[in-house]
Nanobody, 114 residues
């Protein structure tokens, strides 16, 4: 299983970005997929997750600003990020849960700066 994250970049405060995470190498629908982020000197933290029942969870710091979604086939999961703040600057990673297995993508850098 491979996860390919993309969509990061440099954006001004208040701007928007949409991250994508595309899965390849498996025909099976995951139990859940999530987006995490890791800022310099900090631990990796959960940003948003979506389960196979389409239950969505968000970190308090991004509620109302970020939205996680997926395509019908569960091949691509998106993270729409609006009203970005400098504290959102981090490397963003996606992961995929399938029963006892967890796979990670390679990360995409998001920098929020004027």
């Amino acid at each position: 299983v491979q996860l390919q994250a993309s969509g990061g970049g440099l954006v001004q405060p208040g701007g928007s970005l949409r991250l994508s995470c595309t899965t390849s190498g498996t025909p099976f629908r995951p139990n859940a997929m999530g987006w995490y982020r890791q800022a310099p000197g900090k631990q990796r933290e959960l940003v948003a997750a979506i389960t196979s029942e389409d239950v969505r969870n968000y970190a308090d710091s991004v509620k109302g600003r970020f939205t996680i979604s997926r395509d019908v086939a569960w091949k691509t999961v998106y993270l729409q990020m609006n009203s970005l703040k400098p504290e959102d600057t981090a490397v963003y990673y996606c992961n995929r849960h399938y029963y006892g297995s967890v796979d990670w993508g390679q990360g995409t850098q998001v920098t929020v700066s004027s």
